[in-house]
């Protein structure tokens, strides 16, 4: 069975950083592209990036864009979002999420992403 188990997550200060992982077991990671959502308190679930399938084509929200930075090392089957400059905003739980992109996923956010892990929480807070 499909699995994505999100680690990483924490209570850091604001301007701090932290570094989501998320592995992926039951399939090669080669063919899924792999998208990271957030959903903070009383908030709609969000997206935050994506990546293609050889990490040649990443995604980003306007609102993270210059501060997250995603990633995959696909012989490890992990993808990562390294996450700067943290801002009380950014606190969420945080989801990563895997669809399968046998076309390489260039257009990793219009995909319906089909595999959730449990999420891993995020607090930015003095």
């Known amino acids: 069975q499909l699995q994505l188990v999100e680690s990483g997550g924490g209570l850091v200060q604001p301007g701090g950083s932290l570094r989501l992982s998320c592995e992926v077991s039951g399939f090669t990671l080669d063919y899924y592209a792999i998208g990271w959502f957030r959903q903070a308190p009383g908030k709609g679930r969000e997206g935050v990036s994506c990546i293609s399938t050889s990490g040649g084509s990443t995604i980003y929200a306007d609102s993270v864009k210059g501060r997250f930075t995603i990633s995959r090392d696909n012989t490890k089957n992990t993808a990562y979002l390294q996450m700067n400059s943290l801002k009380p905003e950014d606190t969420a739980v945080y989801y990563c999420?895997?669809?399968?992109?046998?076309?390489?996923?260039?257009?990793?956010?219009?995909?319906?992403?089909?595999?959730w892990g449990q999420g891993t929480q995020v607090t930015v807070s003095s």
């Open positions: 999420a895997a669809v399968l992109a046998y076309s390489g996923g260039s257009q990793c956010w219009l995909f319906e992403y089909d595999y």
